[in-house]
C-alpha cells in the first residue's frame, strides 16, 4: 500500500475544517487537546492521562515511521489548528476486508458536527481507495455523543457488547457499531 493513500488530505464540510497528516508540529495543539479527562474516560488505556507533550511526540514519531504507515493516521484540523485524530486501523487474516475507525476531538471544537464529517469523509475515503467491505468501531456505552456520530455518519448498532471493557475502575457494556459496504 502507498504512503500517499494512508495519508490524504480531505475537506469536510463544515468551515474551516479538514482531515490531512498529521505533521512533528502538531505535537503541542495535539497534547493540549488531547489532555482532557473526558476524552480518556472515552478512550481506551494506551492513550494515557495526563496526555503530555512527551506523549504527543511519541505518537507523531510513530504514526510517521514505517510502522505506523500500515495504517490511516490523520489530524483533523481546525481553524489551521492541530484539533484531533482519526484513524482506520486495518485487520489481517480472515478480517482482511474489516478495519476499526476511531477518534477524539477536543472539548473546544465538540457541538459543530467536526466530527461526523469527519467519520463520514474517512468512512467514503476507505471504502473508496482500500479493498474494504466493513468499518467498525467500539464505543463504550455511556458516551452517547459518539454513537450519535456514529449513527449520523450511517453507521448502525450491531451489537451491545455486556462487561467488555473495564475504564477507570468501572466496568461497563460497548457497543459495536458497523458500516458495510
Do not use: C, M
Given at each position: 500500500m502507498s504512503a500517499?493513500?494512508?495519508r490524504p488530505t480531505l475537506e469536510l464540510p463544515?468551515?474551516?475544517a479538514r482531515l490531512r497528516p498529521w505533521q512533528l508540529s502538531d505535537a503541542q495543539?495535539?497534547?493540549?487537546?488531547?489532555?482532557?479527562?473526558a476524552i480518556?474516560?472515552?478512550?481506551r488505556d494506551r492513550f494515557p492521562?495526563?496526555?503530555?507533550l512527551t506523549d504527543a511526540e511519541h505518537h507523531l514519531r510513530f504514526v510517521l515511521s514505517p510502522e505506523g504507515m500500515t495504517d490511516v493516521h490523520l489530524c483533523i484540523e481546525v481553524d489551521g489548528e492541530a484539533a484531533g485524530s482519526i484513524s482506520v486501523l486495518f485487520k489481517q487474516d480472515v478480517n482482511r476486508r474489516s478495519a476499526e475507525i476511531g477518534y477524539f476531538l477536543g472539548?473546544?471544537?465538540?457541538?459543530?458536527?467536526?466530527?461526523?464529517?469527519?467519520v463520514v469523509a474517512l468512512t467514503d475515503y476507505a471504502f473508496t481507495n482500500f479493498d474494504l467491505c466493513r468499518l467498525y468501531a467500539v464505543v463504550f456505552a455511556p458516551n452517547a455523543a459518539s454513537a450519535r456520530v456514529l449513527e449520523k455518519a450511517g453507521y448502525?448498532?450491531?451489537?451491545?457488547?455486556?462487561?467488555?471493557?473495564?475504564?477507570?475502575?468501572q466496568t461497563m457494556d460497548s457497543l459495536l457499531y458497523a458500516s458495510v459496504k
Open positions: 500517499a493513500w494512508l463544515v468551515h474551516g495543539a495535539l497534547s493540549t487537546h488531547g489532555n482532557s479527562r480518556w474516560l472515552n478512550l492521562n495526563p496526555y503530555t472539548q473546544k471544537f465538540w457541538g459543530r458536527g467536526i466530527t461526523t464529517a469527519a448502525e448498532l450491531e451489537a451491545r457488547l455486556r462487561k467488555s471493557i473495564t475504564k477507570d475502575g
